[in-house]
């Protein structure tokens, strides 16, 4: 069985305390610029057509104030997860129609399938629990936001 382990994917300079875009393609692209902060050898822009394309099938936005925006990319070899947050929300075309405030964004190597699906189910249960949604709303510091996913990774099984 493979454990998924979502504070590895997801390193501190992968998180934006507060978005600045307002648009989907600009949370995006946003999102995805994170990565290259982590040496990461990824091009946004190829990640952002990816993700648009995506959302084509459907939105990521789940509701309840979340998305969880994910594809697979060529060339990419491990899953990584940034995430962003915003104050005063934004539309993203969200299945409740609602602005979303909470992002995590999973990009998978092509030939992942399993742990990819293993990732987004994971994030998802994490989000599912109210308090750990306004606890992320909450927290001031990426280091404080980093703490409490990686906290609530290790208790959600």
Do not use: W
Not at 52 to 60: F, H
Not at 77 to 105: A, M, Q, T, Y
Not at 122 to 139: A, G, P, Q, V
């Amino acid at each position: 069985m493979i454990i998924v382990n979502i504070a590895d994917m997801l390193k501190k300079e992968f998180i934006i305390e507060e978005l600045k875009s307002k648009t989907k393609r600009e949370v995006l692209f946003e999102l995805s610029e994170v990565f290259l902060q982590g040496n990461c050898n990824i091009d946004s822009d190829s990640m952002v057509k990816v993700l648009l394309e995506r959302e084509k099938l459907g939105s990521t936005g789940i509701g309840d104030g979340i998305a969880i925006p994910h594809g697979k990319l060529p060339g990419l070899e491990n899953l990584v997860v940034s995430f962003g947050r915003s104050k005063k929300g934004i539309e993203f075309d969200s299945l409740d129609g609602k602005p979303v405030h909470i992002f995590f964004l999973l990009m998978a190597p092509e030939n992942s399938a399993g742990q990819h699906l293993k990732a987004l189910a994971k994030i998802s249960r994490m989000l599912k629990e109210e308090t750990f949604r306004n606890d992320l709303m909450k927290m001031q510091t990426s280091d404080e936001i980093y703490s409490l996913i990686d906290q609530k990774n290790k208790t959600c099984i």
